[in-house]
Each structure stands twice: as C-alpha cells, then as structure tokens.
C-alpha cells in the first residue's frame, strides 16, 4: 500500500536561533521579496532613484547651513558638507533598513496566513533593497569626495565594507524587534518614525565624538553607528589613525543586538500567523 507522504512542521527550540540550512532551502523566495521591494520602490514612484539621491542631498544641504555655518560645529579636517553626508549615507543604510523591516511582516500578512515558509526571510530581504538605497547614495558621496579634493586613506577599502556589515547587524537585529513588536502592538507603526528621528541626534551624524568627555564616547560607542561613522570621517580625511577600540565595541554592540532581535523573532515567529 503506498503511503502518502506527509510533511509536519514544528517549532523549532528556542536555542536554534539561526537555521542556516532551512534559510539556505527558501534562498529564492528570499531574492523574491528583496526583487519586489525594488521593484515598487524604484518602478512604482515617481522619483526612483532620484528619492535616494535627494534625500541625503537635502539634508546635507540643511543640515550644513545650520548646524555648519550658523552653529559653527567643528569638522576637522574635513569641510562640513563632506563631514555630515558620510554620516548621512551610512545612516540612511542604517534608518531606511529599519523603518522597512519594522514594517515587513505586516505588509507581508497576507502570504504569512497562507503559507509556510522561514518569515525571518521577510525582513531580512529589506537589507537588500537598502543596499541599493546605499550604492546611489555612496556615488553622491563619490562625486562630493571629489568635488572637495579630499583623498581618502588606504584603510577606506576596509573600513566601508567592515561598516556596512555592522550596520547591516544593527539595522537587521533593530529590524527583527521591531517587526515582531508590530504583529501585536500596531502602534509601533506610529512610535517607530519618532524613535528614528530621535536616534539620529544620538549618533555622530551632525556633530564629531572628540567634542564630547572620553567617558561619554566610550557610552556613544555602544550605538553601533558610532564607530562606523567616525572611522569613515577619519579615513576620509586621510588619516590612518582610527579609533580601533571604538569601532570594536560598535562591532561587538551590532552582533548583541542582532542576536537580541533574532531571540525575540525566533520566540515569537509561531504566533504571527494567528495575530498578524
């Protein structure tokens, strides 16, 4: 007698956070959602790739008239312009991740009540559409190095990749709190664009550390943005003296809170279904 084949699915124990071989088995499903993200963002709008250019463009701008000129805040040896819009591009990689994957899950209900599938993958796809976000805003910052004469240290070509992966850890681990919180509690929806805006005054987009007591860089460094973006200024204002040891804890605080956030999704992920 030919017995039908039957699939069951389990929750998996808490302690298996990350399923490399199951996430490896809906890797195309994976490219799925990050393709469709650029597709709407950059197909169904109607500025595309000219959004992700205006914005670190405008704020620069803004940002350079009142905080640079009006202000007066110091920006070593790099000019002011220049100085903010490294912080702007590796923050807006940073934002523009987490505002998506908070989001993702519950963009995504429809397909999550139908089917089964890792739903980690969802908002771990949104770090491929800010990456694209991040390559149009780096050629910008391309162009301004150029414009200004400035010529970066050799460190830069590991220092930027180095600080994409920390920023990708911080973004995806901030992101997978946030998406879990959103299936039950809709306001997070509504609280996430002011907490955003908040941390941006809490990372040295606008400002340089050296300006702050040494105790308090130390604490700074515990926000993961903080050792990328200084060590970008400082390589691009060809100096080969980067703060290793803040870098490191920025490093070491990406990884806690990506497992944080991977924890909390994990312990989660079995109800999304039910309450999404």
Do not use: C
Not at 165 to 188: C, E, H, M, P, Q
Not at 230 to 237: C, D, G, K, P, W
């Amino acid at each position: 007698m030919d017995e039908k084949l039957k699939i069951i699915i389990k929750p998996k124990p808490k302690w298996i956070l990350l399923d490399i071989k199951e996430i490896w088995r809906y890797r195309e499903l994976f490219w799925i959602f990050a393709w469709r993200d650029l597709k709407v963002r950059y197909k169904q709008t109607l500025l595309g790739v000219v959004w992700a250019l205006f914005q670190p463009l405008f704020s620069m701008l803004i940002f350079t008239i009142f905080f640079g000129n009006i202000a007066k805040i110091p920006s070593g040896n790099l000019p002011y312009a220049l100085f903010v819009l490294i912080g702007l591009v590796f923050w807006g990689f940073f934002s523009g991740t987490l505002s998506h994957a908070s989001n993702s899950l519950i963009e995504n209900e429809g397909i999550i009540k139908k089917v089964y599938f890792p739903r980690l993958i969802i908002p771990l796809s949104t770090i491929v559409t800010g990456f694209v976000d991040f390559v149009i805003a780096f050629a910008l910052l391309l162009l301004a190095t150029l414009y200004f004469r400035i010529l970066p240290n050799g460190l830069v070509l590991f220092v930027i990749p180095f600080g994409l992966l920390i920023s990708a850890f911080a973004a995806g681990g901030t992101g997978l709190l946030f998406s879990a919180f959103n299936v039950k509690y809709r306001d997070v929806r509504y609280i996430l664009p002011f907490f955003i805006q908040t941390l941006i005054f809490l990372t040295p987009v606008i400002y340089p550390t050296n300006i702050m007591r040494p105790e308090f860089r130390t604490l700074m460094a515990l926000n993961p943005m903080t050792g990328v973006i200084e060590s970008l200024r400082t390589v691009f204002a060809g100096s080969a003296a980067v703060n290793w040891n803040i870098l490191g804890i920025s490093a070491i605080s990406s990884i806690v809170i990506f497992v944080v956030g991977l924890y909390y999704f994990r312990s989660t992920e079995r109800f999304f279904a039910d309450i999404v």
